[in-house]
T-cell receptor, first 114, second 113 residues
Framework: NAGVTQTPKFQVLKTGQSMTLQCAQD?????MYWYRQDPGMGLRLIYY?????TTDKGEVPNGYNVSRLNKREFSLRLESAAPSQTSVYFC?????WGGGSGYTFGSGTRLTVV | QQQVKQSPQSLIVQKGGISIINCAYE??????FPWYQQFPGKGPALLIA?????SEKKEGRFTISFNKSAKQFSLHIMDSQPGDSATYFC????????????FGPGTSLSVIP
């Protein structure tokens, strides 16, 4: 009954380093999302995958790439981290695209880029 | 057209009082309005949601009021408790469309004893 699992929970990167944030869901959901949350900015959509095999850009995709590895897993990659990418990252999933049935969020990855 | 406005940004309420958070949207095509609750260090969790065919939905101490003509909806937390202290996000989407969910900026609620 795990829901959405994100790893790691915390990470500190140096500017220019790369890393991949992992996300897996066990609810057989079709759609998955990556958000970033910054103080005063709410939740901003980075990338989404409406269904297995598809990915699309959200509001703030620059500096990120994603991979929908299979129906369960959706990873977010930072190729060359920048201080502006310091944020809390949330993965979410929903049964279908559009959120009409609500999103299930993971517990987040707190990333600091120094 | 796609924005969801939320107020206040922060709210302090005494234990036992009523917490009220307001949201407004612009896109009349939206037909699903959820509220999410987020505790510190956790991800947001779906709290309650409403569709525009009803003007009010109540679940325990949490009530959503919906005003379709004004394009506004609000969350009322009755008998607020310290355990309700969290950030609350309203959101809007088109339930049967391939459009993304639009989140409000959030309200930080503190319930003091």
């Amino acid at each position: 009954n795990a829901g959405v699992t994100q790893t790691p929970k915390f990470q500190v990167l140096k500017t220019g380093q790369s890393m991949t944030l992992q996300c897996a869901q066990d609810m057989n959901h079709n759609s998955m999302y990556w958000y970033r949350q910054d103080p005063g900015m709410g939740l901003r959509l980075i990338y989404y995958s409406a269904s297995e095999g598809t990915t699309d850009k959200g509001e703030v995709p620059n500096g990120y790439n994603v991979s929908r590895l299979n129906k369960r897993e959706f990873s977010l990659r930072l190729e060359s981290a920048a201080p502006s990418q310091t944020s809390v990252y949330f993965c979410a999933s929903s049964p279908t695209w559009g959120g009409g049935s609500g999103y299930t969020f993971g517990s987040g990855t707190r990333l600091t880029v120094v | 057209q796609q924005q969801v406005k939320q107020s206040p940004q922060s709210l302090i309420v005494q234990k036992g009082g009523i917490s009220i958070i307001n949201c407004a949207y612009e896109n009349t095509a939206f037909d699903y309005f959820p509220w999410y609750q987020q505790f510190p260090g956790k991800g947001p969790a779906l709290l309650i949601a409403i569709r525009p065919d009803v003007s009010e939905k109540k679940e325990g101490r949490f009530t959503i009021s919906f005003n379709k003509s004004a394009k506004q909806f609000s969350l009322h937390i009755m008998d607020s408790q310290p355990g309700d202290s969290a950030t609350y996000f309203c959101a809007a989407s088109r339930e049967t469309s391939y459009d993304k969910v639009i989140f409000g900026p959030g309200t930080s609620l503190s319930v003091i004893p």
